[in-house]
């Protein structure tokens, strides 16, 4: 496999998912392990978020990760370093969402009643995980519409 300028394929790029697959896989089993021993604020974080927000928003970030790889064939070394990180960085563009969701939900209702194992939580999260350039963009204009457009560094 070579990209079009004749680079060859970084393995690191392909071990990388995995590793993340297996964290993925792993973190359910700890926390059902270890449930009864470890203090609650370790085990839920974010006040009681489902961890399939982590873990969805992680499988977006690996999918536009290999959709890259396949279609567009990006993984010379301009890129090595997205696609390592592609998978965390969805997991936490997954836990942005949620956070984002649940606050307007908060804002919007009166009562807090709202399911939070929700699937739509987790489709929220594997949306933003996979359209990661999309939310970043978005959440820039939202940023300078409550703060302004500053020059400086990101202007």
Same mark, same amino acid.
């Given at each position: 496999?070579? #990209?079009?300028?004749?680079?060859?394929?970084?393995?690191?790029?392909?071990?990388?998912?995995?590793?993340?697959?297996?964290?993925?896989?792993?973190?359910?089993?700890?926390?059902?392990?270890?449930?009864?021993?470890?203090?609650?604020?370790?085990?839920?974080?974010?006040? *009681?978020?489902?961890?399939?927000?982590?873990?969805?928003? #992680?499988? *977006?970030?690996?999918?536009?990760?290999?959709?890259?790889?396949?279609?567009?064939?990006?993984?010379?070394?301009?890129?090595?370093?997205?696609?390592?990180?592609? *998978?965390?960085?969805?997991?936490?563009?997954?836990?942005?969402?949620?956070?984002?969701?649940?606050?307007?939900?908060?804002?919007?209702?009166?009562?807090?009643?709202?399911?939070?194992?929700?699937?739509?939580?987790?489709?929220?999260?594997?949306?933003?995980?996979?359209?990661?350039?999309?939310?970043?963009?978005?959440?820039?204009?939202?940023?300078?519409?409550?703060? *302004?457009?500053?020059?400086?560094?990101?202007?």
């Amino acid at each position: 496999m070579a #990209t079009p300028n004749n680079t060859k394929l970084n393995w690191a790029v392909l071990v990388w998912p995995f590793f993340y697959i297996v964290v993925l896989v792993a973190l359910p089993i700890f926390r059902n392990q270890f449930a009864g021993s470890l203090p609650h604020y370790i085990l839920y974080p974010f006040q *009681g978020m489902p961890l399939s927000v982590l873990w969805f928003g #992680t499988l *977006g970030g690996l999918l536009v990760s290999l959709y890259s790889i396949i279609t567009k064939q990006e993984w010379s070394n301009p890129f090595s370093l997205w696609h390592m990180f592609s *998978g965390m960085l969805g997991a936490l563009y997954g836990l942005i969402s949620y956070i984002l969701i649940v606050f307007l939900i908060n804002a919007v209702t009166i009562s807090n009643s709202f399911d939070r194992n929700s699937v739509a939580f987790d489709l929220f999260a594997l949306l933003f995980g996979f359209g990661q350039s999309t939310f970043q963009g978005m959440l820039k204009r939202f940023t300078r519409s409550i703060f *302004g457009n500053r020059t400086g560094a990101d202007a």
